[in-house]
């Protein structure tokens, strides 16, 4: 598929339909491991909570990585320098490597700690550690899969991941309820069925990838890494990686004020919560990916008409999807809850956490689809600015002042809302000022 010459929409169906499946089956993974931990226990699933972010912010390290290469092979194939990508591809290769590494080294020495900084309780703590210890175990095949995945997407390549995921999904129904069940572990059993899988993904990526056109009839050889490789690969990949921290930071925050005013049942709420959320906002995951690969594309070609188009196709389709999302979650909410827990507690506050949040769906798709053209545009660094300014600076100036207007944990639900239109309103504008910047810069 030809990212900068094809039909546009065709571009965009091809890579952000298969993406979103995708994603979809990531998602439903994720609700397979709440549903089951609910079958252990309302404090097990406040330990699952609190677990994602411990989770997500060294996991980040090497997804970020996955979105940098994703970025600077695309640009290559746009300019029609095939060996470029390839080096590049296999350096990331060792750099995820080293990451998943490093992530299991910290992870573990610094577990409890983590969960002590949100004040999770005595059982949530003991519950979440039990998870994430494997989790990190296990992270280096988490990096992998996000490399790999990297190198497919930067060639518009989103089916190979998706088929994994799916598959992912599937063994996941069945690992799930054969650790809790048969063999009695409780989260550390969820843990581990997901690192075996992930195991398994290594496997099938790293075969798709020797087999797609980029790499096909190269062998990998070991050499000793290109440092201009790295650093470009590091200059790209922190920014993403530190944005997806600061997602997770903010999820300490958040949590950390849900903990205060609502306590374990707000926290159990909030989690399950976060997982329908999810599956609502798919398509701007899809959408991401096909934004960041046609953009970097067409950055290498110099197509700047391409890439304006291709921002303003994937957010129409992005608002129209989330309107539609907007329109119809207040009347599944209480039955997806119903899927996850029958406490009445947790299941209202989820109603009063989707009847504020709703109006937020489609500021998601302006900072999603702006941040994945500037990543194309080999601009990410705004991101982390955006990400300390949504996810802990305006947090923790307006959460405890939010509350104490309202008087209830209405008062965080709203902040959510006022923080994420901002973010998005000054993405639009920074994105505005760089892609005048480089046309202009292209012209003289």
């Known amino acids: 598929m030809d990212l900068v010459n094809d039909n546009l929409n065709m571009c965009i169906k091809k890579i952000a339909i298969p993406s979103s499946i995708g994603f979809l089956f990531n998602t439903l993974f994720n609700v397979t491991d709440t549903y089951f931990t609910g079958f252990i226990s309302v404090k097990a699933l406040a330990g699952l909570s609190l677990s994602f972010p411990v989770f997500f912010i060294l996991i980040s390290l090497g997804s970020g990585m996955g979105m940098g290469l994703n970025a600077l092979i695309s640009n290559s194939i746009g300019e029609k320098d095939r060996e470029k990508g390839i080096e590049l591809a296999e350096d990331g290769l060792f750099l995820g490597i080293l990451i998943g590494i490093f992530i299991t080294i910290i992870g573990l020495r610094y577990n409890k700690e983590l969960f002590l900084l949100m004040g999770a309780g005595e059982e949530e703590l003991l519950l979440g550690m039990r998870y994430t210890k494997w989790i990190f175990i296990g992270a280096i095949f988490f990096c992998i899969n996000s490399i790999f995945n990297g190198i497919l997407v930067a060639q518009g390549n989103t089916v190979v991941y998706r ?201 998601y798709i302006l900072i999603n689809i702006s941040d994945a053209v500037l990543r194309g545009l080999k601009y990410p660094k705004f991101s982390v600015l955006i990400g300390i300014y949504r996810q802990f600076l305006m947090p923790v100036i307006c959460f405890p002042k939010l509350v104490e207007i309202y008087q209830d944990i209405s008062g965080i639900w709203i902040g959510i809302l006022l923080i994420n239109w901002s973010a998005g309103f000054f993405f639009l504008v920074y994105l505005g000022i760089i892609y005048k910047k480089l046309k202009e810069k292209r012209n003289n």
């Open 163 to 363: 088929n994994f995921l799916i598959i992912g999904f599937i063994a996941n129904i069945i690992l799930d309820p054969f650790f809790i069940f048969v063999l009695n572990t409780t989260t550390d059993g969820v843990a581990i069925a997901t690192i075996l899988i992930q195991m398994v993904g290594n496997i099938y990526l790293y075969f798709k990838v020797k087999k797609s056109p980029l790499i096909e009839g190269k062998n990998y050889k070991i050499k000793i890494p290109s440092f201009t490789n790295i650093k470009a690969i590091l200059n790209q990949g922190l920014p993403a990686s530190f944005n997806m921290m600061t997602i997770a930071i903010g999820v300490f925050v958040i949590n950390h004020y849900i903990q205060k005013v609502g306590g374990s049942s707000a926290i159990a709420s909030y989690g399950i919560s976060t997982r329908i959320e999810q599956l609502i906002l798919l398509p701007a995951i899809g959408l991401n990916s096909a934004a960041l690969s046609i953009t970097g594309q067409s950055l290498g070609a110099k197509n700047f008409e391409r890439i304006k188009l291709v921002f303003f196709k994937t957010m129409l389709y992005g608002i129209i999807i989330m309107s539609i999302g907007m329109i119809s979650i207040n009347f599944l909410v209480p039955y997806l809850f119903g899927l996850f827990t029958k406490d009445s507690e947790v299941i209202n506050y989820g109603v009063s956490y989707f009847s504020i949040e709703r109006l937020t769906f489609n500021s």
